[in-house]
Nanobody
Framework: QVQLVESGGGLVQPGGSLRLSCAAS????????MGWYRQAPGMQRELVAT???????NSADSVKGRFTISRDNAKNTVYLEMNSLKPEDTAVYYC???????????????WGQGTQVTVSS
């Protein structure tokens, strides 16, 4: 069993900052990729940023220059530093990981429960 647990969401004023964390736990052999998606009300879930075990990143154009993804491999944790937040960043943010569990030869796709980020004055 694998779990992803997010923390760090909340209410922030426009222009403010938040830092999200997501820790993976369980019978983990390796983590190929960790990242973040978000879903605003009435919208589809969209990519925010991902980071591979090799250090390659991918991020949405809308967050480039404002959001930074990083990872602590020893802690199986991924972070999303969000600066210069805008009202349009308001969404539920979901942690996402591609993980190989101990005792398996296949990769599994896992999601966290989501954390609300609200940007409003």
């Amino acid at each position: 069993q694998v779990q992803l647990v997010e923390s760090g969401g909340g209410l922030v004023q426009p222009g403010g900052s938040l830092r999200l964390s997501c820790a993976a736990s369980g019978r983990i052999l390796s983590i190929n990729l960790m990242g973040w998606y978000r879903q605003a009300p009435g919208m589809q879930r969209e990519l925010v940023a991902t980071l591979t075990s090799g250090g390659s990143t991918n991020s949405a154009d809308s967050v480039k220059g404002r959001f930074t993804i990083s990872r602590d491999n020893a802690k199986n944790t991924v972070y999303l530093e969000m600066n210069s937040l805008k009202p349009e960043d308001t969404a539920v943010y979901y942690c996402h990981a591609v993980i190989r569990r101990i005792g398996t030869f296949t990769l599994g796709l896992y999601w966290g429960q989501g954390t609300q980020v609200t940007v409003s004055s």
